[in-house]
């Protein structure tokens, strides 16, 4: 089944101001961004690309494990630009019949979701153009195209650092996790800076000059995003650290705390 999509009436590309999706696509090697992007993106240490890939990385094996496990549908907030392998490559590739749900607030990814976000002939991808500050929308779009009566994995990948705290990340997290089934999971990764201190004023400024906010986290301003969940092994590390059934990565630097939690109950 092809990808099915929802957006906004009338949205439409902002290319003079620069957004997270593209700044991370081209952190990613990616060409869909713009000059404003390119402008962010190439004033952020070097660090910063290669924390991009190891993230990334680690979204590829959790996806795999939680595919590994069984679990046949996915909600996806913070998509990004699709980079191949995306999510649902990674788990229809072990559950042909999966379902995925895609959501990102930017127009650009929407027109490459149509493009590239193609399922497997037994399964189906979906992509709405919403907001994670909106979260009842996406759960009321969600609940069309996901089955919430069974486990549902709810991926958050890099995304939580881009909302401050006047905005309530912990309580829109705990909104999606909410309404998750017992025995469904939560993947999750979240900006910081804890093994690269002194890279805190250069990364967190050149955001705030491209007029994006960013708020990296503590490993224990982290720990509440799981509260009530039940860690899967190895818990909270930084992202070269989280692997499963997989030799392990090369235990590097890393500029994301990552986890993935089990909601408790089934």
Do not use: C
Not at 153 to 167: G, K, P, R, V
């Amino acid at each position: 089944m092809t990808a099915q999509s929802s957006q906004s009436s009338g949205s439409r590309v902002d290319t003079s101001r620069p957004h997270p999706a593209r700044v991370y696509d081209w952190l990613l090697g990616g060409k869909d961004n713009y000059p404003v992007d390119q402008e962010v993106a190439e004033k952020l240490p070097p660090e910063s690309r290669l924390n991009a890939v190891r993230n990334r990385a680690f979204m590829h094996r959790a996806a795999a494990w939680l595919a590994g496990q069984g679990i046949d549908q996915y909600l996806d907030i913070g998509t990004g630009i699709p980079t191949a392998p995306n999510l649902h490559q990674i788990v229809q590739d072990v559950v042909p019949t999966a379902r995925i749900a895609y959501v990102d607030n930017d127009p650009i990814v929407l027109r490459h979701a149509e493009a590239l976000l193609i399922s497997s002939p037994e399964g189906a991808t979906d992509y709405i153009e919403a907001d994670m500050r909106r979260p009842g929308a996406i759960l009321d779009h969600a609940r069309t195209f996901l089955d919430f009566s069974r486990p549902v994995a709810l991926s958050m990948n890099a995304l939580m650092h881009f909302i401050t705290d006047e905005e309530e990340p912990y309580r829109l997290t705990r909104t999606l996790i909410d309404a998750l089934p017992s025995g469904s999971y939560f993947m999750f990764s979240h900006g910081t800076t804890d093994e690269h201190p002194h890279l805190v004023q250069s990364v967190t400024s050149t955001y705030r000059k491209g007029e994006i906010s960013l708020r990296m986290r503590t490993r224990a301003e982290v720990e509440p995003f799981f509260d009530g969940l039940e860690l899967v092994e190895p818990g909270i590390v930084t992202a070269t650290h989280w692997f499963k059934g997989t030799p392990p990565p090369e235990a590097e630097l890393s500029g994301f705390y990552v986890g993935v939690a089990r909601v408790p109950g089934a």
